[in-house]
Nanobody, 131 residues
Framework: QVQLVQSGGGSVQPGESLKLSCVAPGFMFPKTYCLGWFRQPAGKEREGGAA???????SYGDSVEGRITISLDATKKTLYLEMHDLKPEGAAMYYCAAGYILQGTVAAETLATWSKSFGYWGQGTQVTVSS
């Protein structure tokens, strides 16, 4: 059974940085896969933040591009999300996700079709940005 366990998050002030982690010990990395981070502001729908595919490609959502970096340490089966220069609108519940995809599928496609691409989800972690 694939479980994604998140850590990090919390409350920061505007302009500060934050790093989220997501461990997936049961995820089979040798297969073609996608990993991603999603955010859901209070009262709004979940949206894609960033994704990475098994080819090493990464894609970012328009609302966060330039302020976040997704990375993977496959040896530790840990996905990271680094957020820089956080703004109040960056406050949200953040979820990591994983899925198995068809060979040749790239990260941008998984973000566009995230409800179909990602079948495994972390428990979510709250990020608050306020002064």
């Amino acid at each position: 059974q694939v479980q994604l366990v998140q850590s990090g998050g919390g409350s920061v002030q505007p302009g500060e940085s934050l790093k989220l982690s997501c461990v997936a010990p049961g995820f089979m990395f040798p297969k073609t896969y996608c990993l991603g981070w999603f955010r859901q502001p209070a009262g709004k729908e979940r949206e894609g933040g960033a994704a990475i595919d098994s080819g090493g490609g990464a894609s970012y959502g328009d609302s966060v591009e330039g302020r976040i970096t997704i990375s993977l340490d496959a040896t530790k089966k840990t996905l990271y999300l680094e957020m820089h220069d956080l703004k109040p609108e960056g406050a949200a519940m953040y979820y990591c996700a994983a899925g198995y995809i068809l060979q040749g599928t790239v990260a941008a496609e998984t973000l566009a079709t995230w409800s179909k691409s990602f079948g495994y989800w972390g428990q979510g972690t709250q990020v608050t940005v306020s002064s």
